[in-house]
């Protein structure tokens, strides 16, 4: 089941995705504002329950960010192993995990261009899985880390390369461009270890492979970062990790190959979908 939220018209929805069309559900759960509500009650189920012999409702929507109101998006940078040469330090892999936070503003959803500012032209792609957390905790054992996640989606987490080299100890400016980066389409719920533990993770662009990795390389497992996270802050219904992306983001050629407008970006993986995205100039 690919649970997702869209606009039409005026309105937002959330529902399922049936072939090309959508079935709205919103209005059979008043309860639930929003996918996030329904993640927090533990809806899912009764939202695909719901759904099953409903004709679909809407075949002209946008997508919007399958979860409109995160308390939390927060990222794992530097994540892969060929991710970690490419600072060409010598340094071996870190003993903890990058982290830095997204605010849901600069996302947008599957099909809506990404904007490149007037500001820079570096705008640069990075796919990834992320998470969705459905159980909220804290101090959360790695034995128990996939207890809490609910369902996941993917992610570019578009960056502006020249901002995030504007400070010495942060990234925070060059991640949070409004619209710069994309979630989505739908949500898939999680339901058991094999669609995390070993999943090919690629990103198009144009048509061409520039990024090409598994989950299993991942320097810090999703059950780590997960076990890691909520050590210091709690993890609550909703709250999205975006948890890692492998080389061959466009700042990695020589010259760089950053997104211009006309430029079409595909992050897929195995078992979730693919997220595809224009860009346009803001």
């Not at 089941?1 to 039409?8: E, Q």
């Not at 997508?63 to 970690?84: A, H, L, S, T, W």
């Not at 340094?91 to 936070?101: G, I, T, Y």
Request: proline share 7%; charged share 25%.
């Amino acid at each position: 089941m690919k649970f997702a939220t869209i606009s039409a018209g005026a309105e937002r929805l959330y529902g399922v995705i049936a072939g090309d069309g959508f079935v709205a559900l919103s209005g059979d759960f008043p309860q639930w504002a929003s996918l996030r509500d329904v993640i927090a009650a533990g809806g899912l189920f009764d939202l695909a329950k719901a759904a099953r012999g409903r004709d679909v409702t809407h075949t002209e929507f946008t997508y919007e960010i399958p979860v409109p109101d995160p308390e939390k998006i927060i990222c794992v940078g530097v994540n892969f192993p060929d991710r970690n040469a490419e600072y060409k330090d010598g340094q071996d892999a870190p003993p903890n995990m990058s982290l830095f936070p997204r605010f849901a503003r600069s996302f947008v959803g599957h099909g809506v261009p990404l904007t490149r500012p007037p500001e820079s032209e570096k705008l640069d792609y990075e796919g990834e899985i992320a998470i969705v957390i459905g159980k909220g905790g804290r101090r959360i054992a790695e034995a128990d880390a996939y207890d809490h996640i609910a369902a996941l989606t993917l992610c570019n987490e578009g960056t502006i390369r020249d901002w995030v080299r504007h400070a010495k100890f942060n990234v925070t400016q060059g991640k949070n461009w409004d619209g710069s980066g994309a979630i989505g389409p739908w949500l898939v719920p999680f339901t058991h270890a094999a669609q995390l533990d070993d999943v090919r993770l690629t990103t198009h662009v144009n048509g061409e492979l520039r990024q090409d990795d598994r989950t299993s390389r991942m320097l810090f497992p999703i059950r780590r970062q997960i076990a890691y996270i909520s050590t210091f802050t709690t993890l609550v219904p909703g709250d999205i990790i975006v948890t890692g992306t492998p080389t061959g983001a466009g700042a990695r050629f020589d010259p760089p190959r950053f997104l211009k407008p006309g430029d079409e970006i595909v992050v897929a993986a195995e078992g979730i979908g693919s997220l595809r995205n224009g860009v346009v100039d803001g």
